[in-house]
């Protein structure tokens, strides 16, 4: 069956960088597109970005001031696969669970009803 499992969480302080790991068996990786999503405490979990089958990329910060785009970057490796989430100058505000996520569509969803397959998560803490 179909597994997701994600790597590469922990307490940074702010400013700093992790990049996040999803290593998925039971698919054929390149048929799936692939997300992030996140979850803070009391919160609805909620669109990062998401890859598609061809690498175009969407993030949540599409529609948000320059200063918010570019923090975060989404990549894959077929040969690997594995999805990767790249995240600079992290914020106390970023701390939560990071889930990765598939589903076999060639662009995935912003919602997360539009996904099949999920991870354990992974937590991320940012410290002031």
């Known amino acids: 069956q179909v597994q997701l499992v994600e790597s590469g969480g922990g307490l940074v302080q702010a400013g700093g960088s992790l990049r996040l790991s999803c290593a998925a068996t039971g698919l054929t990786f390149s048929n799936y597109a692939m997300g992030w999503f996140r979850q803070a405490p009391g919160k609805e979990r909620e669109f990062v970005a998401r890859?598609?089958?061809?690498?175009?990329?969407?993030?949540?910060?599409?529609y948000y001031a320059d200063s918010e785009k570019g923090r975060f970057t989404i990549s894959r490796d077929n040969a690997k696969n594995t999805v990767y989430l790249q995240m600079n100058s992290l914020k106390p505000e970023d701390t939560a669970v990071f889930y990765c996520?598939?589903?076999?569509?060639?662009?995935?969803?912003?919602?997360?009803?539009?996904?099949?397959?999920w991870g354990q998560g992974t937590q991320v803490t940012v410290s002031s």
């Open positions: 890859i598609s089958r061809s690498g175009g990329v969407t993030y949540y910060t599409t």
């Open positions: 996520a598939a589903v076999q569509t060639p662009l995935g969803s912003t919602i997360p009803a539009g996904w099949n397959y």
